[in-house]
């Protein structure tokens, strides 16, 4: 029986070529972009859980009012970490990190790279597995250093870097292990791993601040240690070191939540990368929704070429049960094609997809966990799309089929409208969504930055270019290449610290303003290309006064409660400062949030991490990057020339927001062209239908329009229902999507015409086809069609 069951299905695919090419190619669009999906999911669900300790892993966390709001943020000082391991029950190890950027050397090779500085106990509580060394000693020495096979190739080629010596700020330093490559799916970014130690080395003496909140602690609770308990323990431990009532709380954040809970909103989580995943998940599912939804409507249709199997089968004493076995297992069968060529297609697919989300997903084909969930997302679907046909094929009652007059009952023509209404509405929600997410994105980049990116380049500070920075900048201008240079504390697209404790004469003791803080030596309005409102900028060889100094943003002014600020006096970093000019807001945070009170303080007491470079117009860029790069290898022979443009920065911002738009985009025209395809399969088979009463109509005079009119009509009715059902929802959907940013664009009327509009002509060229082909047919033959 089982064998008859797969005859007869290969048979009626073979039979039926149009409607089983029409079915497979939807499934394949609709499971292939599911698959692909699910993979970005699984890879966003699956970060840091490859750690063997994942389960009592935390990382410590400040809670504190800012601007009259509870805020968190992920950096505490530096003192936390002994303090929670030496003091409190149920800890059973603490470690602290730091992220750095420093000159590796080996031999004449020198190469810019990323450090993690941590505590030893680092390799005891993450699972990074090393291929060379050992765990409990590799980071016990000052000077010791534990690189990845990466960084192992980029120093040393195919040598063995066991007991070698790399070269960092003039210390010499002995590999003592090597790691295996991070999974791409970890948090932690790094090349090497440097010993805690070697900080102090540096400074001197160990940090013991309990104000400066600079640094990462991790924690590792004990098996039978609840995250509860531990945060009601250490909620208050910053007030009991400091004496202080105003303090910040710690609390501890767990690991499984790192990558996708990071958005906190009044002190509790609120959010994170989790709502982009859930968004794609419910785009997955209406994808392969309207796939099932093709197949059913392509199914029931074509009921009464299989009324009469039915009808014999039930008269020779089948039973309803066997028969929804053969329908589901034919459903099984075209689905299981349309999987197969559905992996074939993200194999091939999956390399273009990674450039649209910008990361580096691949095939699990050696996991058995994915060919397992892939048997069952195949039966899956197969019960989706097959069992509403294989119940309706199943009722049919013999003694109906076999009179002449036999036609599907009404109800099954308003089920499947019902379906090709829920189909359009998810299309027509999703165009919906992509156009105001695009708009969004265009908005935001419209916004002005309030600076001039335009030949803006800065470089990383060293003590090598501290030293020889007043030569070097006098060379860049002298030269013509330059025509202004800046020393910052930060590159001008992040912020730098943010501080509660700038004050100023007349201060509201309850004023708990947070201000963004800047550093400059001279010349950034100019170097920036700010806008400058009230005063000058700094000058110290005009003014050597303004060495304490500042110049304050519009925002600032505002928050001070001053009309006139210039020469007013603040106070911050235990000096007072005078005001001597006012700059128009820029953007040194996110784009699609509000500009913040911004300070920028003059070089007394500051450090400058970045050097500015406004490069003279007008000239070939090229070449002028070319000087540059001469005169740093002249003032900077010991560090590789790296310098960045501040616009590209600056477009770095909308990375995020802009795979989402290509995402959607994407998704939303699969999902019309798989609704078109079920919408084609309809109109074939309702032309087919009707052919004879075409046939009559040209007869009786009713011209080739008035036919086509009449074939679409129907067609068109089911879209405008959809595009009401859809517009309110997708209008919904986006205000509230909308509403997390403060800046953000309005969703205008004529986005709904525009999609209206669209959806209605793509509807007309699908179903105009079958249409106009039936209209122009000869009614002789029509009315001779069996």
Known sequence: MLRNYFKIAFRNLLRTKTFSFINITGLVLGMSCCILICLWIYNEVSFDQFHKHKDYLYQAWNRGTFDNKLQCWNTVPTPLAPALKSDYAGIQNTCRTDSRWFVTTVGEKKLSTQALVVDPSFLSMFSFPLIKGNAATALKDVFSI?????????MFGSADPMDQIISINKDRFKVTGILKDLPLNSTFKFEYLLPWAYYIYLSGHENQSWTDNNINVFVQLTSHTTAAAVDQQIRDIIKKHTGSKEENEIFLHPLSKWHLYSKFENGVIAGGRIEIVRLFGIIATFILLIACINFMNLSTARSEKRAREVGIRKAVGARQQSLVFQFL????????????????AVFFTLPVFNVLINQELVLPVTNRVFWTTLVGFILLTGLLAGSYPAFFLSSFHPAGIFRRNFKKGRGTVNHRKILVVLQFC???????????????????RNRSAGYTGDLLLYHWNNPSLDKNFQSLKNELLSAGIATSVTRTASQLTEPFSSSTSVTWSGKDPNDNTDFERGAQDEGLIRTAGLKLLHGRDLDLAKFPADSTAAIINVSAMKAMGFTDPIGHVIHEFNTDYHIVGVFNDFIFGSPYEQTHPMVIFGPKNMFFSVIHMRLAP????????????????????????EYHFVNKDYEQKFQDMSIIARLTTFFAVLTVLISCLGLFGLASY????????IGIRKVLGASVVRIIGLLTKDFLILVGIALLIAAPIAWYAMHEW?????????????VFVMTGLLVIAISLLTTGYHACKAALMNPVKSLKAD
């Open 146 to 154: 534990v690189i990845t096979e990466k960084m192992a190739t980029k």
């Open 329 to 344: 297992l034919e459903s099984l069968l075209l689905v299981t094609i349309a999987g197969v060529i559905a992996i074939i």
């Open 426 to 444: 998810i299309a027509i929600t999703l165009i919906i969504s992509t156009i105001v997410v695009v708009r969004q994105l265009q908005y935001a």
């Open 618 to 641: 007008g000239g070939d860029v090229v070449k002028q990057v070319q000087g540059v790069e001469k005169l740093f290898a002249k003032y900077n022979p010991d560090y590789p020339f």
């Open 686 to 693: 309702m032309a087919e239908e009707r052919i004879k009463e």
């Open 738 to 750: 909308l509403l997390q940013y403060a800046y953000r664009t309005m969703i205008e009327w004529w």
